[in-house]
């Protein structure tokens, strides 16, 4: 599997998605993230309650591998476009599939700001996601697009918000997947405050960090590997049972 490929393609496609919201070639994600902010004060009262009750069914995630935070910013084709900046980390397991992203989309000389949650495809659309900031109350919002990598909700990203994700620990994404069992996908929000206020990551640096996140999951599905070959390797050696 080409390790590099799959290492930069997760950030790229979730930067690209949401500049994409913002500066019009995507109309179809548009026009659902409007009313995401109305209906989720009602999910929210039941929501809560879901991970809880089908805690026994949830999956087990397995070690998550996280990119970097970095910050993109860019203008759209038209001349009176104005620049969006887009603060993005994404997790994935130790083969280089991506399995959750989060990105904090920021248009220039809008107070509207969105975070953006990319979950895996097969979730459960009625039900949402929610996003928790440490130990905080979770916020919930619907689905606003699903793309064959991927399924996105957006949540306004309020002052607050982003203060607390500047000096907080984690942030938790939660679904519930087809079986109706719940997932929590976690991810790291240390630098996430040094990637928001600096300035656009270079290209180079992007580079040095996505060539050792590559190596490390190279590092990673080799360790996988041999541990699996240790294991089948005393059950291929275990003698017949004897015949009766």
Not at 51 to 68: D, G, H, R
Not at 140 to 152: D, I, L
Not at 172 to 178: C, Y
Request: glycine share 6%.
């Amino acid at each position: 599997m080409d390790y590099r490929i799959a290492s930069a393609r997760p950030i790229a496609w979730t930067v690209a998605a949401a500049l994409s919201v913002l500066m019009g070639s995507a109309a179809v994600a548009q026009q659902p993230a409007k009313p995401a902010a109305k209906p989720a004060p009602k999910p929210a009262q039941a929501q809560p309650q879901q991970p809880a009750q089908q805690q026994a069914a949830a999956p087990e995630v397995p070690q998550l591998l996280y990119s970097p935070w970095m910050k993109v910013c860019g203008k759209g084709p038209d001349a009176s476009a104005k620049q969006v900046c887009v603060v993005a980390k994404d997790g994935r397991i130790e083969n280089g599939m991506p399995v959750v992203a989060v990105a904090l989309i920021e248009p220039e000389g809008s107070p509207q700001k969105i975070l953006r949650v990319t979950v895996p495809p097969g979730m459960h659309l009625q039900h949402g996601t929610r996003v928790i900031l440490d130990q905080g109350q979770p916020a919930t919002a619907p689905y606003v697009t699903c793309v064959p990598n991927g399924c996105m909700s957006d949540y306004e990203a309020t002052a607050d918000m982003i203060g607390r994700m500047k000096k907080g620990q984690q942030i938790t994404v939660q679904a519930i997947n087809m079986n109706g069992a719940p997932i929590s996908l976690p991810l790291p929000l240390v630098d996430f405050a040094k990637a928001y206020d600096g300035p656009a990551t270079d290209e180079k640096v992007f580079a040095e960090q996505q060539r050792k996140l590559q190596e490390e999951l190279q590092k990673k599905a080799e360790e996988a590997r041999k541990k699996m070959e240790g294991q089948q390797a005393p059950a291929a050696g275990a003698p017949a049972a004897p015949k009766q």
